[in-house]
């Protein structure tokens, strides 16, 4: 066996410090936990847990205050469902076609342009949701006094929702586009041997083999959706407000935080503490969607790759 | 070709047009259907996109001057008022954000690619770590700088560092994630070309790897470096007042602006004039991200190695 003639600390010291790196990812999130974990029980014993959970006034500002933050956890999942209702079908349509459809020329060009809608900031998606879609297109479209009408709402679930869904067709796309195209070109060339059309072989051959590729790609959506602070401010509007109603104004657990931590928010107050306790609901429902989602990439990593 | 083989050939052609033409009349029709409505949901897609930059286009030309780079932010004037202390701030940000993300995030890549032993747990645990922190919420990092930056361990108050510091942690995964494929594209001959010349570890790494990686790297930083500049709820929480009429400077106890929170601040007042503004800042911002985002996609292409 070769020795090497020095002990070589340098090399030693060098992976060390490399290594810090690394663990500096961990200390992020142990820093994200610890910073939750402090103030959201100083909140939990002044508001009963119970009531935090089961209830559904959010009136922080009231005397007394009601801390219920079902209405603000209604208020995000509202907008996350409008916008899974636009994403989804607008989002895998593409990635079908992309994968399935599209000449590499198409192929080669409308990719780059659909990352480019992934990295618009999301305060302009919300200027879009709020002085776009929300009078040019929902209001003009709204059947009438459809759930309370649409007219002369300054803010609206829906918009938000829209704008969310705008912002996360391109997670979508993407990562369902992946998924299909990791699928082996054998299963595709026996289904078309077999006389299947192509339809027939995008939704019966492809999408299935795809799957779990492709529901992951969903669950990071919804994760983002939930996340998403900008857009909600803008669109969505401050009312806490337990409702699914597509034309009410909510207010979602992100604009809570955002619009509450803001200035000169006092450090030891009830307001400053349930700001860490939503925060640690939404970190909690972030990380369970992020979680399942890393597990199915990695079942589709190991059928395909 | 023989006869015999030409033929055969045009046999089967005909056989194979016969049985298309016969394909079911449903079929035919489901599958021109199928089709329609995917290029719907492609065209919906640009469409959204397109929309966007056209209503910013048509709401903010009014507001679209040299002005709009030079002159402060203003509640009285809003014809004079711009975004110079925001663009300044933002350009601070970001420099800040480059500073800690391109070392660290280099470093920790290099550490899970070329040292780090899979099988054991720790190791497996940072990197599921890395995977779930590119998805937390980036208002979370907003709570994390405002209790651990702003306040807390670190206390620096709501100074311009904090903020960018805030950022960096938010973009500090995606760096390391586009640091790390682009590491793994370097094929392990080279490295064992170099180990097997006497080279050590790190003459490797530092010779052979690094130099073979830097555009796949520099690509990843770019574009997480955008993502930073359009950034806005952390910065919220961790003190980017909205009204900063002076150039920020890196500790300043006075407070600093970014190029989107004073959008946003534009974008909340129902005037006319300010819609505008905050219609012209987005164009300024998109156009930023737009050449950013082109130089990335450039340097990939240009420099891609092929092994």
Sequence with gaps: MLEAQSARYGEKAIEGLLAVCAILSVLTTTGIVLSLIGPTIGFFEVVPIGDFLFGSDWTPQFEPPGFGVLAIVVGTLSVTLWGMLFAIPVGLGAAIYLSEYARPRVRRTVKPVLEILAGIPTVAIGFFAVSFILPEVIQPLWPGEFLGGAEGRPFMALAAGLGIGLMIVPIIASISEDAMSAVPRGLREGAYALGATRAKVAVRVVFPAALSGIAASIVLAISRAIGETMIVVLAAGSTPNATFNPVEAIQAMTAYIATTATGDISTGSLDYKSVFAVGTVLFLMTLAMNVLSIRLVRRYREVYE | ?307
Excluded: C, H
């Design chain 2, 1 to 307: 070709m023989s006869p015999r083989n030409r033929l055969a050939a045009a046999g089967a052609r005909a056989t194979t047009r016969a049985m298309l033409r016969d394909q079911p009349r449903g079929d035919v029709i489901r599958n021109a259907a199928f089709a329609g409505l995917l290029l719907l949901a492609v065209l919906i897609a640009l469409a959204g996109l397109f929309a966007l930059i056209v209503q910013a286009f048509a709401k903010g030309s009014s507001a679209l001057s040299p002005d709009l780079l030079t002159n402060p932010p203003s509640t009285a004037f809003p014809d004079k008022a711009g975004f110079r202390p925001a663009i300044g701030g933002s350009l601070e940000l970001i420099a800040g954000v480059i500073l800690f993300v391109v070392p660290v995030g280099i470093g920790a890549a290099l550490y899970l690619e070329e040292y780090a032993n899979e099988e054991r747990w720790w190791n497996r645990l940072i990197e599921v770590n890395i995977q779930n922190l590119a998805a937390v919420p980036s208002i979370i990092y907003g709570i994390l700088g405002l209790a651990f930056v702003v306040r807390g361990p670190l206390d620096l108050g709501f100074i311009l560092a904090a903020g960018s510091m805030t950022l960096a942690l938010l973009v500090l995964p995606m760096v390391i994630i586009a640091a790390r494929e682009a590491i793994r594209a370097v094929p392990d001959s080279i490295r064992q070309g170099s180990l097997a010349l006497g080279a050590t570890r790190w003459q490797t790494i530092r010779r052979q790897v690094l130099p073979a990686s830097i555009p796949g790297i520099a690509t990843g930083v770019i574009l997480a470096v955008s993502r930073a500049l359009g950034e806005t709820a952390p910065l919220l929480l961790v003190g980017a007042t909205v009204f900063v009429t002076f150039d920020p400077t890196p500790f300043g106890a006075d407070g600093y602006s970014a190029l989107p929170v004073q959008i946003f601040n534009y974008a909340v007042r129902p005037q006319e004039e300010f819609q505008a503004l905050a219609a012209a800042g987005i164009i300024v911002m998109l156009a930023v991200l737009l050449a950013m985002n082109s130089f990335a996609i450039w340097l990939r292409n240009r420099y891609e190695q092929r092994w």
